[in-house]
T-cell receptor, first 110, second 118 residues
Framework: QKEVEQNSGPLSVPEGAIASLNCTYS??????FFWYRQYSGKSPELIMF????GDKEDGRFTAQLNKASQYVSLLIRDSQPSDSATYLC??????????FGTGTSLTVIP | GAVVSQHPSWVICKSGTSVKIECRSL??????MFWYRQFPKQSLMLMAT?????????EQGVEKDKFLINHASLTLSTLTVTSAHPEDSSFYIC??????????????FGPGTRLTVL
């Protein structure tokens, strides 16, 4: 079982819609959770991190964490074509190891 | 804040030569840096964890004698690809953790180095 799992996609949504990206993790003691965005040919950039159960909002992005279900998600409201990228979920485990998922490719269709 | 730079951003070399890539944390100290490799349309692959003042920890399947890592200061780690071959052509990305506290262990990525071995 992988430490962090994501649906590889591709996920396509129309412009203006909500894009929902999901991630599960295996280490129940994981402490903090991150979402990175990676454009083709570029390195990942940090979008958000979350460490408490519930929702955390930053502009059009909302991260949701459910530690009981070992599930973290990223919602992108009012999706724009510029949001088209690969989104990487990352988890800092109880052992202070950092694990990335394989990423979900998102395409926002104009 | 939390800027990581890499140099060079791209490099082309002949097969059999060695290439050094530098990773610097510009506005924070990084006890730990990470080296990743990414092939086209594939996910990040962690190669090694670079610890300041000690030996790097390599992931399974990564040849430590081929990919030499040096982390001589709190702001600089280098990756040297020795005797490079065409199959080493890839996008090499470093990241760093801020050692200064007040963060949640997030990694900040450098812009990457694209290596092409002819």
């Amino acid at each position: 079982q992988k430490e962090v799992e994501q649906n590889s996609g591709p996920l396509s949504v129309p412009e203006g819609a909500i894009a929902s990206l999901n991630c599960t993790y295996s280490d129940r003691g994981s402490q903090s959770f991150f979402w990175y965005r990676q454009y083709s040919g570029k390195s990942p950039e940090l979008i958000m991190f979350i460490y408490s159960n519930g929702d955390k909002e930053d502009g059009r992005f909302t991260a949701q964490l459910n530690k009981a279900s070992q599930y973290v998600s990223l919602l992108i409201r009012d999706s724009q074509p510029s949001d088209s990228a690969t989104y990487l979920c990352a988890v800092n485990s109880a052992g202070n190891q950092f694990y990335f998922g394989t990423g979900t490719s998102l395409t926002v269709i104009p | 804040g939390a800027v990581v730079s890499q140099h060079p951003s791209w490099v082309i070399c002949k097969s059999g030569t060695s290439v050094k890539i530098e990773c610097r944390s510009l506005d924070f100290q990084a006890t730990t840096m990470f080296w990743y490799r990414q092939f086209p349309k594939q996910s990040l692959m962690l190669m090694a964890t670079s610890n300041e003042g000690s030996k790097a920890t390599y992931e399974q399947g990564v040849e430590k004698d081929k990919f030499l890592i040096n982390h001589a200061s709190l702001t600089l780690s280098t990756l040297t690809v020795t005797s490079a071959h065409p199959e080493d052509s890839s996008f090499y990305i470093c990241s760093a953790r801020d050692s200064g506290g007040g963060h949640y262990n997030e990694q900040f990525f450098g812009p990457g180095t694209r290596l092409t071995v002819l």
